[in-house]
């Protein structure tokens, strides 16, 4: 059948509703409560004793207010520390004086960031000296969002290591594993800092292994092992599951199990999806990060719009229909997207989608095509999310 735009653009539009399921159905603040609902193990204070929360990353204000939700009066304190631009939900709202919330920047750490660290020790000594039973929460993000310098270390030049470590295309995983040696938080060293107080940790997985302490780096979990009751309440495989569950109610049959994007170079992660798109039908499914080496000035546009960018590239002379998404699920790919769905009705010159992908430069040619994907609030971090359908 031929790539008739239209088709492709209904097929763009279905795309988009599966991601906004998919991350609807992830949200971390439902999951954060409906595991505390469930009760907390080993809680010896009964219903009146006084817990603070602890929540670091992309997703802490959401998980937060799951925590919140969940244990009402029990909150001595919570302590936040989330990206500049996300909204306080209103039961973080309705604390008051309770809400101790920072603000650090990502993926590089700046003045907030380290702000926000040196008072994350502070209050791991505050709950610790008050007897309060505290509940580590962390997600993606938390590595940048909240750091302080070890031992030896200034924050420029800790700064300048962070900086580094994301333009150069590694994985998650092992630039996290740098990371911890270089922070005085990180690998489980906030958890230390808690010492007894740290009771519970639950964890919002957007690595692919899952791994705790791999998470933002792992604060509260070092990599010999958890401190404290450990719980991983979601990870990327879940995410690609309910975008399998959400496809099948748009009538997108899905072509078996979601695949997981374990440091996959974009090279290997665009041959993927253009040999379905290619010589597959219906949709397919993937979850993880492809790696990207960043050039010295990149220019505007995240990892996952650069991708989309990399697929029509590919697939633009294809004669059937097709439709792809790439899309982060913390709502944020760079500055005002949160990535791109890219389709056969789509055209754009050759020498646009070099410049652009030479620069890294994806953001401008892709508003111009109408293909971006709005910045939304983060409802969750799980990875970023593939979606890729032939007619």
């Given at each position: 059948?031929?790539?008739?735009?239209?088709?492709?653009?209904?097929?763009?539009?279905?795309?988009?509703?599966?991601?906004?399921?998919?991350?609807?159905?992830?949200?971390?603040?439902?999951?954060?409560?409906?595991?505390?609902?469930?009760?907390?193990?080993?809680?010896?204070?009964?219903?009146?004793?006084?817990?603070?929360?602890?929540?670091?990353?992309?997703?802490?204000?959401?998980?937060?207010?799951?925590?919140?939700?969940?244990?009402?009066?029990?909150?001595?304190?919570?302590?936040?520390?989330?990206?500049?631009?996300?909204?306080?939900?209103?039961?973080?709202?309705?604390?008051?004086?309770?809400?101790?919330?920072?603000?650090?920047?990502?993926?590089?750490?700046?003045?907030?960031?380290?702000?926000?660290?040196?008072?994350?020790?502070?209050?791991?000594?505050?709950?610790?000296?008050?007897?309060?039973?505290?509940?580590?929460?962390?997600?993606?993000?938390?590595?940048?969002?909240?750091?302080?310098?070890?031992?030896?270390?200034?924050?420029?030049?800790?700064?300048?290591?962070?900086?580094?470590?994301?333009?150069?295309?590694?994985?998650?995983?092992?630039?996290?594993?740098?990371?911890?040696?270089?922070?005085?938080?990180?690998?489980?060293?906030?958890?230390?800092?808690?010492?007894?107080?740290?009771r519970w940790v639950r964890v919002l997985a957007d690595v692919p292994s899952g791994a705790p302490e791999a998470v933002g780096s792992g604060p509260?979990?070092?990599?010999?092992?958890?401190?404290?009751?450990?719980?991983?309440?979601?990870?990327?495989?879940?995410?690609?599951?309910?975008?399998?569950?959400?496809?099948?109610?748009?009538?997108?049959?899905?072509?078996?199990?979601?695949?997981?994007v374990d440091e996959w170079p974009l090279g290997l992660g665009r041959e993927a999806v253009l040999t379905h798109l290619t010589a597959g039908a219906?949709?397919?499914?993937?979850?993880?990060?492809?790696?990207?080496?960043?050039?010295?000035?990149?220019?505007?546009?995240?990892?996952?719009?650069?991708?989309?960018?990399?697929?029509?590239?590919?697939?633009?002379?294809?004669?059937?229909?097709?439709?792809?998404?790439?899309?982060?699920?913390?709502?944020?790919?760079?500055?005002?997207?949160?990535?791109?769905?890219?389709?056969?009705?789509?055209?754009?010159?050759?020498?646009?989608?070099?410049?652009?992908?030479?620069?890294?430069?994806?953001?401008?040619?892709?508003?111009?095509?109408?293909?971006?994907?709005?910045?939304?609030?983060?409802?969750?971090?799980?990875?970023?999310?593939?979606?890729?359908?032939?007619?």
């Amino acid at each position: 059948m031929p790539a008739t735009p239209s088709r492709c653009e209904a097929a763009a539009r279905a795309l988009t509703r599966v991601w906004a399921e998919a991350v609807r159905s992830c949200d971390a603040a439902a999951l954060t409560r409906r595991d505390l609902e469930r009760g907390l193990p080993g809680d010896l204070q009964g219903p009146g004793g006084p817990i603070a929360v602890l929540a670091l990353g992309k997703a802490s204000l959401a998980m937060a207010a799951g925590a919140a939700e969940a244990l009402g009066e029990r909150v001595a304190a919570v302590f936040a520390v989330a990206p500049g631009a996300a909204e306080v939900p209103d039961p973080l709202a309705g604390l008051g004086a309770r809400l101790r919330l920072w603000r650090g920047e990502h993926p590089v750490p700046g003045a907030g960031s380290f702000a926000a660290g040196a008072a994350a020790l502070a209050f791991a000594d505050e709950a610790r000296a008050r007897g309060w039973a505290t509940l580590g929460l962390v997600s993606g993000g938390a590595s940048a969002l909240c750091e302080h310098p070890a031992a030896g270390w200034s924050a420029e030049r800790l700064a300048l290591a962070h900086r580094a470590l994301v333009a150069s295309g590694a994985s998650i995983e092992v630039i996290n594993a740098r990371r911890r040696a270089l922070s005085a938080l990180k690998g489980g060293r906030l958890g230390h800092a808690l010492g007894p107080a740290l009771r519970w940790v639950r964890v919002l997985a957007d690595v692919p292994s899952g791994a705790p302490e791999a998470v933002g780096s792992g604060p509260f979990t070092p990599p010999e092992g958890p401190l404290a009751d450990t719980r991983v309440l979601a990870a990327p495989l879940d995410l690609a599951a309910a975008a399998v569950h959400a496809g099948r109610a748009q009538g997108l049959d899905a072509v078996g199990a979601p695949v997981l994007v374990d440091e996959w170079p974009l090279g290997l992660g665009r041959e993927a999806v253009l040999t379905h798109l290619t010589a597959g039908a219906g949709l397919w499914v993937g979850a993880g990060e492809v790696t990207v080496p960043l050039p010295e000035a990149p220019g505007e546009g995240g990892r996952a719009q650069h991708f989309a960018l990399a697929v029509l590239e590919g697939a633009r002379a294809l004669g059937r229909p097709w439709a792809f998404l790439a899309a982060g699920s913390d709502g944020c790919d760079g500055a005002g997207a949160a990535g791109a769905v890219v389709h056969g009705g789509l055209r754009a010159s050759d020498a646009d989608l070099t410049r652009a992908l030479t620069g890294f430069d994806a953001g401008p040619l892709l508003a111009t095509l109408g293909a971006r994907l709005p910045e939304a609030p983060p409802r969750t971090n799980l990875t970023d999310l593939y979606l890729a359908w032939a007619g």
